[in-house]
């Protein structure tokens, strides 16, 4: 029911513009809960947190959307006030990368010379 309602704040926000709306009950946790990081004002915030456990929330955020440089504000503002982080600006300082979609690019490729992919 939560994640039902979850899904349906998303919808009226259009936080799942890139999503087929009437297959956004099926998207994983994972998205609802990158989307609603990235997008959602405090109210979508709090509905994400009633939802999901912390500890779920937290570890999609340190994958998704800590490295991006460009969410740096939206970090120090969720590391701070959602998960109480004392030193957000060394803990993000040790996890964001420049260019976290190049590197991984570079990694692909890097294994697909290799003939390990």
């Not at 936080?15 to 998205?31: E, M, N, V």
């Not at 004002?41 to 994958?63: N, P, Y």
């Not at 959307?65 to 939206?74: D, Y």
């Amino acid at each position: 029911m939560c994640r039902d309602n979850l899904i349906q704040y998303l919808l009226r926000h259009n936080h799942l513009w890139s999503y087929d709306p009437t297959k956004a009950s099926q998207l994983p946790d994972s998205i609802l809960i990158e989307q609603t990081l990235v997008h959602s004002d405090v109210d979508g915030l709090m509905l994400l947190f009633d939802c999901f456990e912390q500890s779920d929330i937290r570890a999609v955020w340190e994958s998704e959307i800590v490295p991006h440089q460009r969410h740096h504000k939206l970090n120090i503002y969720l590391g701070t006030f959602f998960f109480r982080i004392p030193d957000i600006y060394s803990f993000l300082q040790q996890r964001t990368r420049e260019y976290p979609r190049l590197e991984r690019l570079k990694l692909l490729t890097a294994e697909d010379q290799a003939g390990t992919a």
